[in-house]
């Protein structure tokens, strides 16, 4: 069993659709272990993605990111990091498979409905910025 983190992001919840991708998670075997809607600062954004603080996209990431509330949930179950991504589909809603979330509900690269882990090890680092151990069942 796996934990990963699953950000469903403002353009995902302004639209409407945050029942439709919890859907997707639940469907395809991944347990809603902990979730939550949070209005972000632009210190837990920045936090958040310091990984990519030098990238040319950082300051329209973080932009983007309080530009309204998210929905943050842990996910959990086989595999649920890769399964994450699989459902995912690519971070380019124009590159992504057909059927994949970013497929049916992105706009554009900024905008592109959800953030998931991309290792195990990130997605335990991710987890324990939004979540305490007793929140997660
Ligand atoms: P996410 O999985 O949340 O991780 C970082 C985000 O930066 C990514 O999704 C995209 O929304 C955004 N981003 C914008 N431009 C790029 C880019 N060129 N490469 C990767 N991510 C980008």
Same mark, same amino acid.
């Given at each position: 069993m796996e934990? +990963?983190? &699953?950000?469903i992001k403002p353009d995902a919840v302004a639209k /409407? @659709?945050? /029942?439709?991708?919890?859907?997707? #998670?639940e469907s395809n075997g991944l347990k809603i272990a902990a979730m939550k809607k949070v209005q972000l600062s632009r210190q837990d954004a920045e936090a958040f993605y310091a990984v990519h603080a030098a990238r040319p996209f950082f300051n329209d990431l973080?932009?983007?990111?309080? &530009? /309204?509330?998210?929905?943050? +949930?842990?996910l959990e179950g086989e595999n649920a990091v890769l399964k994450n991504r699989d459902l995912m589909g690519a971070t380019n809603p124009k590159e992504a498979a057909p059927g994949t979330i970013r497929a049916d509900f992105a706009e554009n690269i900024d905008a592109n409905a @959800?953030?998931?882990?991309?290792?195990? $090890? =990130? *997605?335990? =680092? $991710?987890i *324990? #910025? #939004?979540?305490?151990?007793?929140e997660i069942s």
């Open positions: 934990q +990963t983190l &699953s950000i /409407g @659709v945050i /029942g439709k991708i919890l859907d997707r #998670f973080v932009d983007f990111m309080v &530009s /309204g509330p998210v929905v943050v +949930t842990v @959800v953030h998931g882990s991309d290792s195990l $090890e =990130n *997605a335990r =680092n $991710e *324990a #910025f #939004f979540f305490s151990g007793r």
